[in-house]
Structures are given as structure tokens and as C-alpha cells.
């Protein structure tokens, strides 16, 4: 990336990894918007001189078209404050329309970012959007009401979006010297189940340990290895997702749990045809070896547990087998990571390893909740993250 000012470039400090609203198999409501603002948090993971704002209609079918974006200090719920709102430019306009399945970036704003501060973004969606390109997880409770509120101090009987909406990241101008690792993967990565608004998803706890740069995490919930759905597949999810984050010197890997656990849920009272051992390693070796030979250092991790989880159809026996195949060859000394983080051995239930203990599990048997997703992040030895 260029630099804007000498001695700083931009670092990507947030990313969400969007999903196809128009998929066949959905695990979270889609939705679209006409004549609406949509105010959505934000919270840098490191922060610069300066910043700006990625959008994206990847997924859209029509032009989508931003009658006004607003972004301001985060107060409480759907509130900002008011004396720090800042209008969003983009090619020098305050309003812009991005067509279907492409990306943009705002203008730069020149303004002081800080790590971990709550931010809002406000986007004025006059027309008929369509199906909107979404994110599962977001930071925090989303809120949209009618009409253009870009600068309204609360937005009052507005309407609570727990999906994200456009949004795919945000950039800081921060030191050439800036390090950042990007966390990879299904939903322990994006942090499903955790508390939302609490950062306390395994990569963000992770990120308070580090002294050094930050971690971004584009997780998809319900992501594959393999297969799409939900999402495109980590495979393909390569180029945009890591390579092309400015900044990036190390990845940590989380998937697998969904190509094991999906087909059965999706076919579900019938029997699915699962991925084997041989497929998942030969994949996860495809991607250690794309992510190595851009010279990123790859952190790979064991496939969690998830015996007993209360989604029909998703544990089987020969999942399960398959699991503890690839979690021993993980183990090993023949995969291709520079090092493997057990998450496995972190959440486990010392007595039943293929569940998740108690005091870890989300309800779900399938997720950590935020004390589980703090055990993997202190499993994780900051040796592996010399950022």
C-alpha cells in the first residue's frame, strides 16, 4: 500500500468477511433496506493518524446507492456524540453508489484513532437495496430506522440489527513498522456465542495479551474448508480475505468444525456423505501452502469439540473419527504449520474431550462462550506472534 505520509501507511485495523445473502442454506436472517439509516459499531483494533472506511456490494444484484455516511464516537446503544460527527467523502462526494459485486473506500479522515474505541457508522440507503451483503457477527447490536437520521444524536424506536450490514473493515494510518496478524476461520473466530459488544471473542481476547501490532478477524459463522455455505469457502477466501489485508504478517487458522458437522444438519433426518480425513488435510495443506508462499507465517489450531451439541444431525461417529484424525495428524510433526495452537485442548472436558467442559460451553454444545474463547486465547503461547 502507498503511503499517505511519510513514515505511516494504512493497516487494516477491522475486517468483516461478508456473505452471499442469496446462499440456499441460511443460518441467519437476510434482509434489505429502502429509505432507511443503518447505524452500526465499530471498534478499531489498533489505531493511526487517520482512516478510512470499506463498503461492500460483493453480493448485491443492483447498484447499491449511499445517500450520506456519517461516523462518530459511539455513546451508548443507538447514541453518538454529537460534537464529534464527521461526514464520509468518497472520490470527494457525500454521496455515492457502489455497483453490484464490487468494494469501496472512503476518503481519507484525518483524524486521531484509538484501539478499542466504539465508533458508529451511519449510512443514509435511500432506495431499494436489495438483499444486503451481510456478516453474521458483528461488534455490536445494530440499530435502522426510517428516513435520513445520519446526524440524529439517538436513533429513537429504531429497529435492532444483529447481522452487519456493507460493512468489511477499516483502515489506520499508522507506522510503516505496524504488524498485524489476521485470525481465519468459522465462528470461533468470528466469536459466535460470546457476548456481543464485549470484544470477547477468542481473537479479541487475544489481541489485549499482545505488546506488539493487533489481530483482525474475518470469520464467517458456518464457514467451510471446503464448501460453501455458509459463505464462500475458506479456500476461496484466500486472496481477499488475508492477502490482500494491508499489514498482514501472521494468520491463525480455525475451520473444519462446519465440513464435518453442516452436512448432516443440512440433510438432517437423512445421512450426509462427509469430507475424510485425507480431504481436510490435503485442504488444510493447500492452505498453508498459498499462505506461506506470500510469505505470511501460519499459525494453524486443532478442530474444538462439539460432541453433544444440541443442532440435529451435526455430531456424528464419523465425524467425530474424522475429527481425531486431523487433530492427531495437527499434532504431529508432519503438517505444514509453523505451529498449531490445541484449541481443542483448551475448552475440552477433561473427563469427555470430545465435549466442551461445563464452565465453557455456550448452551449450544457447538460454541465456547466468553470464558471458553478466553482459555483459547491464553492457550495461545505470544511467542507465536512476534508481530
Known sequence: MTSTRAGNTWIAAHRSAVIDPHEAFKLFEVRGFTDQTVRQTLRPAGGGEALRVRLSNRYGRTPLEIGGAHLARR???????????????????????????????????ETAVTAGEELALSLYLPGDTGLSTYSAIPYDIGHTVPGNQLTAET????????????????????????HI????????????????????????????????GWIVAPGISGNRLLADEIGAHLLTRIERDVLSVPGATHVIVHVGLNDLGLPGAIAFPEPAKLPTAADLITGLTTLADRL???????????????????????????????RAEVNTWLLGDTHPFDAIIDVAAAVADPDHPTRIRDEYNSGDGLHVNDAGAKAIADAVDLGLLNL
Open 155 to 178: 436513533l429513537d424506536e429504531s429497529e435492532e440489527l444483529i447481522t452487519g450490514h456493507y460493512i468489511t473493515g477499516i483502515d489506520v494510518l499508522a507506522p510503516e513498522n505496524t
Open 75 to 109: 455513546t451508548e446503544g443507538s447514541a453518538i456524540a454529537p460534537d464529534s460527527d464527521i461526514t464520509l467523502l468518497f472520490a470527494g462526494a457525500e454521496t455515492v453508489t457502489i455497483p453490484a459485486g464490487e468494494d469501496i473506500v472512503s476518503d481519507p479522515v
Open 181 to 212: 496478524a489476521v485470525a481465519f476461520g468459522d465462528s470461533w473466530i468470528e466469536g459466535m456465542a460470546t457476548t456481543p459488544g464485549t470484544g470477547n471473542s477468542f481473537p479479541a481476547q487475544l489481541d489485549r495479551r499482545l505488546t506488539n
Open 292 to 322: 506461506h508462499t506470500a510469505g505470511l507465517t501460519v499459525i494453524g489450531s486443532t478442530i474444538g469439540p462439539y460432541a453433544g451439541t444440541v443442532y440435529p444431525g451435526y455430531d456424528t461417529e464419523e465425524g467425530q473419527t474424522v
